[in-house]
C-alpha cells in the first residue's frame, strides 16, 4: 500500500504532509511517547474522566518534562523524510529544510505547530482515533473495577 498524503490550509498557506514509512514512524512515535507520555498520564489519570481532569497539572508537567531537543528531534526527522511539504507560488509542493522552516515560519510559530499537528494526524491518525474511542468507552466506565458485582461480560 502506497503512503497516503493529504493537504490542508494553514493561515495563508497550502501544505501536504505525507506518512512516514513503519521504521521511521516508530520511532519517531517513541519519542513523542517518552516526552508527552508523562504529561497524558497526569492529564487522564488511572480513574479518571476526561470531564472532570484537571488540565493545570498536565500542562505544568508537559512543561517540565518537553525538551527543546525532542521537538528539534521530530521536526527534523519529518524534514528528513520529506513529509511536510508547502506549496510555492508556482503551484508544486516543495519539502522543508531547516532553513526554509525557519524563513517561512519566523513571526508564525502557532501555525509551525499547526503544521506539526497536521503531520502527526495523518501518521498516527488511526491510534489517536483508537485513543480517543477508548477514553469514550472509559468515561461511562465504574470508577474503581473491583467494585462490579459480576466478572462475567454483559450482553
Not at 63 to 79: K, N
Not at 94 to 106: D, L, P, Y
Not at 113 to 131: C, I, K, P, S, T
Request: proline content about 4%; glycine content about 8%.
Amino acid at each position: 500500500m502506497a503512503a497516503k498524503a493529504e493537504r490542508r490550509k494553514i493561515g495563508d498557506h497550502d501544505y501536504q504532509c505525507s506518512q512516514l514509512t513503519w521504521g521511521v514512524a516508530n520511532e519517531v512515535f517513541a519519542r513523542l511517547l517518552q516526552s508527552l507520555g508523562p504529561a497524558v498520564g497526569n492529564l487522564v489519570g488511572p480513574s479518571k474522566s476526561l470531564l472532570d481532569v484537571d488540565v493545570g497539572p498536565a500542562i505544568a508537567r508537559l512543561a517540565s518534562d518537553l525538551r527543546a531537543e525532542d521537538v528539534e528531534f521530530i521536526v527534523q526527522r519529518l524534514m528528513d523524510e520529506k513529509v511536510m511539504k508547502y506549496k510555492t507560488s508556482k503551484g508544486g509542493f516543495v519539502a522543508f529544510n531547516m532553513e526554509t522552516w525557519n524563513v517561512h515560519f519566523t513571526g508564525h510559530f502557532f501555525n509551525s505547530l499547526r503544521l506539526l499537528r497536521f503531520a502527526l494526524e495523518v501518521n498516527y491518525g488511526d491510534f489517536l482515533d483508537g485513543v480517543r474511542a477508548a477514553l469514550k468507552d472509559n468515561q461511562g466506565a465504574p470508577e474503581d473495577p473491583a467494585s462490579s458485582n459480576s466478572d462475567s461480560p454483559q450482553a
